[in-house]
């Protein structure tokens, strides 16, 4: 059986449409799904809505609505920009439905039979923003730092989750496993967190109607943080549903996430497992954020990008590929519109879309349309140079480092431009007797393209699915490659794979 890997994002609250930063998160996690499916790996990739918060509850409110009718309205909102954008989930959870709520009661269940959930007063702040308790010290002149937001002062009696005591166990588990956090810098932080001393946190709202009751006392509702993590297992039917899927696929590969919510996937959650007995998650991974123009992106700035609008901007494709290009995926990044249309126009229009329609252009003209496959052994393929740059994007592929595996194959491509300019094939297919020279030339630019059409298509699955679909080639997955001298029958002359984009269509991105 194949080996397996199981992926997920964050689930979103519902109580704004998504947004690019959002959209980053789930293009760079499903690059590293269909990566993976390319490869043979079994892949479960999970993406979610997290709905039982008092922002969602909120909202629904003042809009006359009922809680669970607004979050399903929102849930189509959001699967309409995971669509737009070639978003490939195998698996969407709301944390409303009852396969979570039985897993949260599960999970918290276990948690209070092993002796780490106990009542306590709790007295401090709370920003309802981000759904978290803030210590004082956390305070920027007396608001929360994020939202700029005056927090609640909240005194009542509430759960607590003994997280004190697992400051030596995280410990352990970070010592044994080194990539448990990536990039370096996010471990770093939370390791400094979790030696400067872990204090234990509540897990409960008191008076709170919205939201999953406790087991132990129906008073309160499950803090939306504890019940939003456990999506992860509840997914795969942890306590109910269907346990072999949940040993299939547990513990996560990697859970994809903002750099902003590391304490609670590399500290709280892994407490949680452990405190219920259940093993962590292999490794998380927290990405930066994006801004535009030089500016972070904000509600009250006014410049909060709407991805789908920019997809039908772009095509979806170019915009997946522009994005995990130009903005590393474990970093913080700009764009802009020129950033945008610049590599548009060089990477895609010119470097990828121009080999394609070149090539096939010529073997059309040239050689009616077909290329014989080579001889045994014939792999020339620039000097092995396609070999080496495979090798080099699949090792950045698998630390999940996009921009660097798209810089590291973008060689051949260029390379395979210019092998075009010095083999002038317009030359060799002037002399009848050079036929062999000419078909040779074709079958190394077939190779390359082909190559790409795979190396590319988790980036830009519906473009390389049309680039290896010209070439007759739909089927090749990351397993042929590389592969020996191939030829091709039937090529034709294409309209262009990406059109030129004119700067006078530039603006594209603010809208
Ligand atoms: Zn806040």
């Given at each position: 059986?194949?080996e397996r890997?199981?992926?997920?994002t964050?689930?979103?609250y ?11 998160e789930?293009?760079?996690a ?13 892949v ?10 008092t ?8 809009r006359g609505?009922?809680?669970l009718?607004y979050?399903?309205?929102?849930s ?6 995971w ?5 490939s989930?195998d698996d969407f959870?709301?944390?409303?439905e009852e396969?979570?709520v ?5 999970l ?12 306590g007063?709790?007295?401090?702040f709370?920003?309802e ?6 210590v004082e ?6 608001l ?5 937001l ?10 607590f ?9 995280l ?9 448990f956090?990536?990039p ?7 390791m400094n967190v979790?030696t400067?001393g ?7 709202r008191?008076?709170k109607?919205?939201?999953i ?5 129906a ?7 504890f019940?939003?993590?456990?999506n992860?297992?509840?997914a ?5 549903g ?13 859970h ?7 304490r ?5 959650w892994?407490?949680m ?5 259940v093993e962590p998650?292999r490794s998380?991974?927290a990405?930066?954020?994006i801004?535009?123009?030089?500016e ?12 789908v ?14 994005l995990?290009r ?23 229009a ?28 014939d792999g020339?393929w ?11 994007y699949r ?5 999940m480092e996009?921009s ?14 210019r092998?075009?300019?010095e ?11 050079r036929r ?7 079958r190394?630019l077939?190779?390359?393209l082909r ?5 590319l298509?988790?980036f830009?699955p ?6 290896l679909?010209a070439?007759?080639a ?10 020996a ?13 990406f059109?030129?984009i004119?700067p006078e269509?530039?603006?594209r991105?603010?809208g």
């Amino acid at each position: 059986m194949s080996e397996r890997f199981y992926i997920t994002t964050a689930i979103d609250y519902v109580n704004q449409k998504p947004h690019l930063g959002t959209a980053y998160e789930k293009i760079g996690a499903d690059c590293m799904a269909r990566y993976k499916r390319l490869a043979g790996f079994d892949v479960r990739f999970l993406m979610g809505n997290d709905e039982h918060s008092t922002n969602v509850e909120r909202e629904a409110i003042a809009r006359g609505l009922d809680p669970l009718e607004y979050c399903r309205a929102m849930s189509e909102e959001f699967r309409a920009a995971w669509k737009a954008l070639d978003i490939s989930y195998d698996d969407f959870i709301h944390t409303t439905e009852e396969r979570h709520v039985r897993s949260v009661r599960e999970l918290f269940e276990r948690i209070h039979r092993n002796g780490y959930i106990y009542k306590g007063k709790y007295e401090g702040f709370y920003c309802e923003s981000c759904e978290e308790f803030i210590v004082e010290k956390d305070l920027v002149d007396g608001l929360c730092p994020r939202h700029k937001l005056a927090p609640k002062i909240i005194r009542e009696e509430n759960w607590f989750f003994a997280l004190s005591r697992f400051q030596e166990p995280l410990l352990r588990h970070f010592g044994e496993h080194p990539d448990f956090v990536r990039p370096q810098i996010r471990r770093n932080e939370v390791m400094n967190v979790i030696t400067g001393g872990l204090e234990d946190v509540s897990i409960s709202r008191a008076g709170k109607t919205w939201g999953i009751p406790l087991p132990i006392d129906a008073s309160h509702v499950i803090y939306v943080w504890f019940d939003a993590l456990t999506n992860y297992i509840s997914a795969l039917g942890f306590g109910g549903g269907d346990p072999a899927l949940f040993d299939r696929y547990w513990p996560a590969d990697v859970h994809v996430i903002g750099k902003d919510i590391t304490r609670f996937h590399c500290i709280i959650w892994p407490a949680m497992l452990m405190a219920g007995g259940v093993e962590p998650p292999r490794s998380v991974f927290a990405h930066g954020f994006i801004s535009l123009g030089g500016e972070k992106m904000s509600k009250t700035r006014g410049n909060v990008v709407d991805p789908v609008r920019m997809a039908g901007a772009f095509g979806s494709d170019a915009l997946r590929y522009l994005l995990l290009r130009e903005v590393p995926f474990d970093r913080d990044g700009d764009i802009s519109d020129e950033v945008f249309l610049g590599r548009y126009n060089a990477d895609l229009a010119n470097d990828v879309g121009n080999l394609l329609s070149r090539t096939v252009a010529m073997v059309s003209k040239y050689l009616g349309g077909s290329v014989d496959a080579g001889p045994p052994g014939d792999g020339g393929w620039f000097g092995g140079e396609l070999a080496s740059a495979l090798e080099s994007y699949r090792a950045h592929m698998d630390r999940m480092e996009f921009s660097r595996a798209l810089g590291a194959y973008w060689a051949v491509i260029q390379r395979a431009n210019r092998f075009i300019e010095e083999r002038r094939p317009w030359d060799i297919a002037k002399d009848p007797a050079r036929r062999g020279e000419l078909e040779e030339t074709f079958r190394e630019l077939l190779a390359a393209l082909r190559t790409t059409g795979v190396v590319l298509a988790p980036f830009m699955p519906g473009k390389m699915r049309e680039l290896l679909g010209a070439l007759g080639a739909e089927r090749l997955t990351l397993a042929d490659l590389p592969e020996a001298a191939v030829g091709a029958s039937g090529l034709a002359p294409r309209s262009p794979l990406f059109p030129r984009i004119k700067p006078e269509d530039a603006g594209r991105i603010a809208g």
